[in-house]
């Protein structure tokens, strides 16, 4: 059953089309990612399915309740951690959650068991009493994590919950929000624009320019660009080069002393390859298509088009280097 | 209305409120600054003829301005809410817009009847003489006034997004509302036009509704300007006003 229906969702800005006729379904009990460079839409998606936005024109359901007309009801279904921190620093982290369980009325008798679980599911529990001030960027995160399911959510948005996290941190975030789903019945939609992250995803929708421009698993994602690329060094290129061709008609190439060849499953392939070159080989290595490449295909630039804005500063030094 | 949506946005304010003692300190150190110093000094130019020192006179007025600074900053604070994104986590929840507004106009009115009960409590200091019935019914006004200033600080907090319009909202529309308030000197003594400015701000009849309970005359310059039933009326009606407008604007911005 789909737990989130969205049907050509468009929002219009005075002069910009941040979301442009979207329309997708996501799977009860699992994660939805939503991946695209910065200004893609996906905040602006996330708003309009939260009731905190009505869109131009479209339509969007979460469990059945259509987010303009029923808002009430779809604020009860979800949970939602937004980009931005919007935690009260000058309250402690378990009075931020207990302000949170009375907002959606949970019942009293449950209410200090229900915080106190939470807190330990996101390892706050020993410091809960302090101001959330004092808090590291992480921690923050974990408890806007753990706020956002006090209640019992149906759908829970996480829109870049790892935002300005180290490595370390952002690993373990998402270790965690991959357990989500199972442990607590929830679905998840989140935004990113880190390929890595996606990877957690069931399923995932690439956005850029307000446009859905590819959709489905990881696997198919990056099997449509064409699958794993295999490089073997052997001893006699020319000869396991005809061999392979001959047995597993595949397309060889040879680079820099290397034969290559694309095929749909690396992990699989390599075995029988060996078996049947395998006193010619030197050494083996798979490389697998990443989101990023299956983002370069379909729209010729890279996710993190950052360097432009890094030039930008780089020139700005530069100019002003000159002046001074 | 959700009830539990109305204890805990009341709750927040209040536990802050206790926490932040520079906050309660300055409070109660502005209407004692304008009390014993502004006061003291311009009771030298007021003849007393009714009996009644300067000092004594503006009194209410001084309640009044407690009551005006600390509601007005209780409601403002929506928007430091808005600007450190603390707003949109009560606005996904599933909670009326009405009920928001209700429990942020209460909490401007507990936090301020606190403080207003604080400053009348200095009242024998002044030479005041007032009953229990009087001192309950002072409170019970300064209740209800805080309640429409706080609604009205709502209103004004949907309109601007960013804190720096709070030094716009400080001079052009609390000092303006406090000097045209009777708070310092009679309504009845302003040239017409002020009058009229005096008569369209609600806090004006809240200071005038505490004259009628803390003065025992009914006649003189110092007298209070409006009939009581009139002041009452005034304040109740427009902190429903207030309310229902700061909700629809809720509804709409949200
Ligand atoms: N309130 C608004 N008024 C005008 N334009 C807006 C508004 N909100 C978003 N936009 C525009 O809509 C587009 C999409 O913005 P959105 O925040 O949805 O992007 P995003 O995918 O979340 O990006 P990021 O990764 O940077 O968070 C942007 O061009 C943005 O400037
Ligand atoms: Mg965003």
Redesign the interface.
Known sequence: MSIIKVENLVKRFSDITAVNDVSFEVEEGTIFGFLGPNGAGKTTTINIL???LAPTSGKAFIAGHDCIKES?EV??A?G?V?Q????????TAR?NL???A????VAKDKMQQRVDDVLRFVDLYSRKDDLVKKFSGGMKRRLEVA?GMIHWPRVLFLDEPTLGLDPQSRTNLWEFIAELPEKNKVTIFMTTHYMEEAEVCDRIAIIDNGKIIAMGTPEELKKAVGGDVIYIKTTDNASAKNEIERLFKFNVSEKENEIYMTCGMGDTCIPEIINTIGEKVISVRLQRPTLNDVFLKLTGKTIREETSSGNDIKDFVRAYRKRH | MEFNAIYVIVAREFKKFIRERSRLFSAIARPLLWLFIVGAGLSRLVPSDTGVSYTQFIFPGILGMTILFSSIFSSISIIWDKEFGFMKEILVAPVSRLSIVVGKALSGTIVSTIQAAIILALFPILGFNLSIVQIIAVILICAFTSFSISAFGIVLATFYESYESFSVIMNFIVMPMFFLSGAMYPVKLLPEILQICAKINPLTYGIDAMKHVIFKFETGPMSPDIPLIIDAAVIILTSIIFVLIAGKAFERKG
């Open positions: 939260c009731t905190l009430a604020r009860k979800i939602i937004f931005d921190t919007t935690l009260d620093k000058d309250l009075e207990i302000f949170h009375y907002l959606y009325n706020r």
